[in-house]
């Protein structure tokens, strides 16, 4: 670290070390006029001179994100746009199509940073690359989430179980239907399946669970008789979805009785050929 801090000004090191000394990683303008005892202006020019070098990385208006000393001044990547992306609004999780990848649900490589908050009104914004898309979330669906440490900083990411469930429901965010339905795949084998049926219970959303059910069963990954039998327990007789676009595609699956949900998919929309597992009924055109 010391000789990182060789080509800092003094008041610059000043800044660096005040904030290693204190454990923390990020501050504001102000603290560094006060930090400093210097105008705005000076400030600004130190703070410009910080970011030069590597040393601070915006983290919103007036905010900023220390590059730990640890790891170099140099380091800049997309743990790094997620921990800035993250001081952008709270509360907050990172999820979706990002935590997807994170866990290795999916192969795709993407520079969008999707961010779920109770919040609402946030503006998107861009960091280096990366758009950062804020999605509102109402606060029964505002759950499941936990500290992942992120380049020595600690960002809460959805775990999982909720990140696949999050992908069910917003499939536009996670890379669309196929992709979602190869994150199940991969999925089914990584999750604690009673957690995550837990989680759809709290949720409470009957189209979701029916959503859920169907693309699983879809999979060659079968989902556990026990789990299985708990989402089903959410519908009724009367509980009718629906899964696609509004308008019915050529060769559209149609009904599924099994989950009782109208699909206006085609077996290739779901990325080739739908088996649906031996014993359940298979899905029929409507």
Known sequence: MNSNLRSLSPYESKVVLSLVEDG???????????????????????????RRKGWLE???RGRYLLIPPDQGPEVIGESNILALASRLVDPYYIGYGTAAAHY????????????????????????????????????????????VPVFGYPVHMSDRE??????????????????????LAIAAHRVDWQKLVGYLETI???????????????TEARMPDDARARLKRMLRSSSRSFLGPSEKPKNAIGYNAEWQILVHFSPKDLGGEVAMPAGRSAARSH
């Open 24 to 50: 923390r990683r990020e501050l504001d303008r102000a603290e560094v006029i006060a930090k400093l005892g210097v105008s705005p202006g000076s400030a600004d020019l130190v703070i410009r001179s910080l």
């Open 58 to 60: 915006r983290a919103g």
């Open 104 to 147: 290795g649900l999916t192969t795709q490589v993407r520079n969008v940073v999707w961010i779920a908050t109770t919040t609402s009104g946030i503006r998107n914004r861009q960091i280096h690359d990366a758009a950062v898309r804020f999605v509102h979330l109402s606060p029964r669906k505002f759950f499941g989430f936990e500290d």
């Open 162 to 183: 909720k990140t696949i469930i999050d992908c069910v429901d917003r499939l536009r965010f996670a890379g669309g239907v196929s992709e979602v339905r190869q994150m």
């Open 204 to 218: 409470g959303s009957v189209s979701l669970a029916q959503r859920f059910g169907f693309l699983a069963d879809t």
